[in-house]
């Protein structure tokens, strides 16, 4: 029994020293049919090439569509559903838009 209680100790020390990779929202993004877009912290290059600011937290991320892009002074609202899955929302009403992790090599 006693070995059982130190090998579980153990196994519960080595769990803890491995590094957690937390998903965050930073990255660059895919969508299906060829638009992309890279949030780094704060910064976002949108769909659109624009590069702005926008409200950044580790699992969302929201900004105003720039001048010059389509829907220019739109909010959208992008959520982090999982390390490899995000849906972004333009305006209240709008349609949910479906964003993946580009593949390595694509940016």
């Given at each position: 029994?006693?070995?059982?209680?130190?090998?579980?100790?153990?196994?519960?020390?080595?769990?803890?020293?491995?590094?957690?990779?937390?998903?965050?929202?930073?990255?660059?993004?895919?969508?299906?049919?060829?638009?992309?877009?890279?949030?780094?912290g704060?910064?976002?290059?949108?769909?659109g090439?624009?590069?702005?600011?926008?409200?950044y937290?580790?699992?969302?991320?929201?900004?105003?569509?720039?001048?010059?892009?389509?829907?220019?002074?739109?909010n959208v609202?992008?959520?982090?559903?999982?390390?490899?899955?995000?849906?972004?929302?333009?305006?209240?009403?709008?349609a949910?838009?479906?964003?993946?992790?580009?593949?390595?090599?694509?940016?």
């Open positions: 029994m006693k070995a059982m209680t130190l090998f579980a100790a153990g196994a519960a020390l080595i769990a803890l020293s491995v590094p957690a990779h937390a998903d965050a929202i930073d990255g660059d993004w895919c969508r299906a049919d060829g638009k992309r877009m890279s949030i780094h704060p910064a976002i290059v949108t769909p090439g624009g590069k702005t600011q926008g409200d937290s580790r699992h969302a991320f929201a900004y105003v569509i720039p001048p010059g892009e389509a829907g220019a002074g739109n609202a992008i959520t982090l559903l999982g390390e490899y899955l995000a849906h972004a929302r333009e305006g209240a009403a709008g949910v838009q479906e964003w993946r992790r580009c593949q390595p090599g694509i940016s």
